[in-house]
């Protein structure tokens, strides 16, 4: 099974500032990974997948890059309502199963 | 609108069943491979089962096997879980999750979830 490892599993920062949130492989999951935004009592909303690219009406201001085992999700500028738990996400062909990492959480410093 | 809405949650007893459905609509239902993903309170998220597209294959997570069936009836575009012999550990909100459009590796739809709470 490949597990994810992110960092930070919290990140303080301000509105406006740049947030880089890292997740690593343990193996190489090639492009097949995505990233996730979760605000408490809802559901995750997909933001990037194949790694780097953002999923229909995401903003500009999330990017995702990285390959084989490490990976990185940028957020240019905070917006308030960015402010939110962060999952990475990997699946193969076989086994057909999907693992997550352990989130991090970005919280107003 | 494209939707998922799960239903079916509840407070158990450790020890019984549980039978969640996930009602889609909006979307080729038949066309995608469906997956339960579940949060317990406070924790991150955890992957559980995932049955293909035309419901022939399925597969689990460790903490599913031999206790939970993944199904799904095409013709009610409806999705399954099935959970038997519960744990507290099984406590939890579960969520359906549609495979993705541009990535099949990736979930591009998910339902508001239904929390399942295992206790005596």
């Known amino acids: 099974e490949t597990v994810l490892t992110q960092s930070p599993a919290t990140l303080s920062l301000s509105p406006g500032e740049r947030a880089t949130l890292s997740c690593r492989a343990s193996q190489s999951v090639s492009s097949d990974l995505a990233w996730y935004q979760q605000k408490p009592g809802q559901a995750p909303r997909l933001l990037i997948y194949g790694a780097s690219n953002r999923a229909p009406g995401i903003s500009a201001r999330f990017s995702g890059s990285g390959s084989g085992t490490d990976f990185t999700l940028t957020i240019t500028s905070l917006e308030p309502e960015d402010f939110a738990v962060y999952y990475c996400q990997q699946r193969r062909n076989w086994p057909p199963g999907a693992t997550f990492g352990g989130g991090t959480k970005v919280e107003i410093k | 609108q494209v939707q998922l809405v799960e239903s079916g949650g509840g407070v158990v007893q450790p020890g019984r069943s549980l039978r969640l459905s996930c009602a889609a609509s909006g979307f080729t239902f038949s066309n995608y491979g469906m997956h339960w993903v579940r949060q317990a309170p406070g924790k991150g998220l955890e992957w559980v089962s995932v049955v293909s597209s035309a419901g022939t294959v399925t597969y689990d997570g460790d903490s599913a096997k031999g206790r939970f069936t993944i199904s799904r009836d095409n013709s009610k575009n409806t999705l399954y879980l099935q959970m038997s012999s519960l744990r507290a550990e099984d406590t939890a909100v579960y969520y359906c999750?549609?495979?993705?459009?541009?990535?099949?590796?990736?979930?591009?739809?998910w339902g508001q979830g239904t929390l399942v709470t295992v206790s005596s």
């Open positions: 999750a549609k495979e993705g459009d541009g990535s099949p590796y990736s979930f591009d739809l």
